[in-house]
């Protein structure tokens, strides 16, 4: 608004004075160079409200003198009062609007009432009827221009915050649909196997069963705890990047060192579940990732692998290059993934389902494995095999 008030200074400065209006030419000349000080108070010495307080008090008594050497009433001043106050009514906090109306009001009135009284106060500065009409159409031109783009500075001011309003409201539900995911989680997804457990205790406890039955509870247990270890781990992790937002750090990570880790941790599941597991990994292959980040992933696929296999199920893990990128599949026999399901799978609203084994989740696996594959610059995605079970594509830069 400053620099829209130094523009039409710059425009009346020489109008006005080569118009015959020397004195008015004069006072813009200085108002021009108030408002330089002004603006260079406000923007770089971080002074604002003073700066406005200076700017309305200033602008205005310049305008009343200005009034006094441009023929009064009969020129152009009051509707430069009117453009003064509706820069002020855009710039000035809220709580100073009725201030500067007053302030506005009992100016303009008193320098009406000293015409009024003593008309000799305010010569006619015209020099001719043509100047006058000149002058007051300039004035006008310019009223109508500074309006129109105070408007619109207005407008796309509000325009502005009602967007960022939106763009919290949005963000305040996506936190009330996480926040509600964890209660669900804590209350219900995650009792419920904590239960089993300690059935599974109990009963081994209070029962003296057979060696083969006991090693088979053994072996159930085991699973279960597992199984609950990755349901919790998922969570933490999950809730802390709610928290902290996510930690990102890529570097060249050889695909065949991140991944046979994980597969070591499911050798127990996969060969207690009777489950074959055949791998394809190019030992060369090395993708920018981050190595935590792309380890989890890889456990979740492969865990939902087994999940959704059945007993004697085949499981196949590659890993090759393809067209500058580092290509990563898991391929089931599994059940596959209903179609209905396909929309909401990598988001917040899928729901956990049962493994073949009655296995557990909390639906957080997929949603996490998108999340960081994107962190990562990656993309996933997957597709239903034709003849049984589902595969999982993970691409990611080369290193």
């Known amino acids: 608004m400053c620099l829209l008030a130094m523009v039409v200074s710059v425009v009346q400065a020489p109008f006005n004075y080569f118009t015959g209006l020397k004195m008015t030419g004069i006072i813009f000349g200085?108002?021009?160079?108030?408002?330089?000080?002004?603006?260079?108070?406000?923007?770089?010495?971080?002074?604002?409200?003073?700066?406005?307080?200076?700017?309305?008090?200033?602008v205005n008594l310049l305008?009343?003198?200005?009034?006094?050497?441009?023929?009064?009433?009969?020129?152009?001043?009051?509707?430069?009062?009117?453009?003064?106050?509706?820069?002020?009514?855009?710039?000035?906090?809220?709580?100073?609007?009725?201030?500067?109306?007053?302030?506005?009001?009992?100016?303009?009135?008193?320098?009406?009432?000293?015409?009024y009284y003593r008309p000799e106060l305010v010569p006619n500065m015209y020099a001719d009827r043509e100047s006058k009409i000149v002058d007051l159409s300039a004035t006008y031109l310019t009223s109508v221009l500074v309006i129109?783009?105070?408007?619109?500075?207005?407008?796309?001011?509000?325009?502005?915050?009602?967007?960022?309003?939106?763009?919290?409201?949005?963000?305040?539900?996506?936190?009330?649909?996480?926040?509600?995911?964890?209660?669900?989680?804590?209350?219900?997804?995650?009792?419920?196997p904590m239960a089993s457990i300690q059935s599974y205790l109990e009963l081994m406890?209070?029962?003296?069963?057979?060696?083969?039955?006991?090693?088979?509870?053994?072996?159930?247990?085991?699973?279960?705890?597992?199984?609950?270890?990755?349901?919790l781990y998922n969570m933490l992790l999950w809730s802390k990047s709610q928290l902290q937002g996510l930690t990102v750090h890529l570097a060249p990570v050889n695909v065949y060192k991140a991944a046979m880790p994980v597969l070591d941790i499911h050798t127990t599941f996969i060969t207690n579940k009777r489950l074959h597991l055949t791998?394809?990994?190019?030992?060369?292959?090395?993708?920018?990732?981050?190595?935590?980040?792309?380890?989890?992933?890889?456990?979740?696929?492969?865990?939902?692998?087994?999940?959704?296999?059945?007993?004697?199920?085949?499981?196949?893990?590659?890993?090759?290059?393809?067209?500058?990128?580092?290509?990563?599949?898991?391929?089931?026999?599994?059940?596959?993934?209903?179609?209905?399901?396909?929309?909401?799978?990598?988001?917040?609203?899928?729901?956990?389902?049962?493994g073949t084994g009655n296995e557990k989740g909390i639906g957080l696996g997929l949603y996490l494995c998108s999340e960081y594959t994107a962190a990562q610059h990656g993309r996933i995605w997957f597709q239903n095999n034709p003849d049984k079970g589902c595969s999982f594509f993970l691409s990611f830069p080369l290193a």
């Open 30 to 58: 200085l108002l021009l160079l108030a408002l330089a000080g002004l603006y260079y108070l406000s923007r770089f010495k971080n002074r604002s409200a003073l700066s406005i307080a200076i700017t309305v008090v200033l």
């Open 63 to 115: 305008f009343a003198w200005i009034y006094f050497v441009s023929s009064g009433i009969s020129g152009a001043s009051l509707m430069t009062f009117t453009l003064t106050f509706f820069l002020v009514m855009i710039v000035a906090p809220r709580g100073q609007y009725v201030v500067w109306l007053i302030f506005n009001l009992l100016l303009v009135a008193a320098i009406i009432l000293i015409e």
């Open 148 to 192: 129109f783009f105070g408007t619109i500075y207005l407008k796309n001011a509000y325009n502005r915050e009602k967007q960022q309003r939106e763009e919290k409201t949005r963000v305040l539900e996506v936190l009330n649909t996480e926040k509600n995911k964890l209660f669900s989680i804590i209350s219900h997804d995650l009792r419920s």
């Open 205 to 231: 406890k209070d029962i003296q069963l057979p060696p083969e039955q006991k090693l088979q509870l053994e072996a159930e247990l085991l699973l279960m705890v597992n199984n609950t270890q990755d349901m």
């Open 279 to 354: 791998t394809d990994i190019d030992k060369n292959l090395t993708a920018m990732a981050d190595l935590n980040m792309l380890q989890l992933i890889i456990r979740n696929l492969v865990g939902n692998a087994i999940k959704f296999t059945a007993p004697g199920g085949q499981i196949t893990l590659e890993a090759h290059q393809e067209n500058q990128q580092c290509l990563i599949m898991i391929r089931d026999t599994g059940t596959g993934i209903d179609p209905k399901r396909v929309p909401e799978i990598f988001s917040l609203k899928a729901r956990s389902t049962f």
